[in-house]
């Protein structure tokens, strides 16, 4: 799809704007909310993103274990236990869904191609590897012929 000279000349206007309204809210959060300031030294996180943060936190004291804080905002996964049964199902998307949805695009960026090389990076891949290897362990489990060797070819399991 082509703009055009004043489809463009918008689209920088409008960009420009952006970035000035950027740089409001970080002035007017730098005297109103100094806290978030540890959030912003992180790469991809935005002003934006970490005054959503401290705001829905509000008192970091309430929790006392950082682990408690996932399922403040719901990302915690589903459960469905029956008949002795217990799968950990998708996670529920209950909670503050802005800040989720915020929270998800900074991880996507740093974990991205475009992301820097830093530690929160490294265990982020790390994590996701482990996640990898335990689907593959679950889905054995699930196809017992997945584990023989003379099982037939995959797609005769249907």
Known sequence: MRLGFWGSMVVAALGLQIHS????????CQAKYPDRQRLRSIHGVGPITALAFVLT?????????????????GLVPRRDQSDGQDPLLHI?????????????GCAQYILGPF??????RRLG????????????????????????????DPKDWR
């Open 21 to 28: 309204y950027h740089r409001q809210i970080d002035a007017l």
């Open 125 to 152: 891949l790390q994590l996701a590897d482990r996640m990898k290897e335990c689907q593959v362990e679950i889905c054995r489990g699930c196809y017992p012929e997945a584990r023989r060797r003379d099982s037939p």
């Open 115 to 120: 992301g820097p090389d830093c530690d929160l």
């Open 57 to 73: 936190l509000e008192n970091p004291r309430r929790f006392e274990k950082s682990r408690e804080f996932g399922p403040a905002l």
């Open 92 to 104: 529920a998307k209950t909670g503050n869904t802005y800040l989720r949805r915020l929270l998800v």
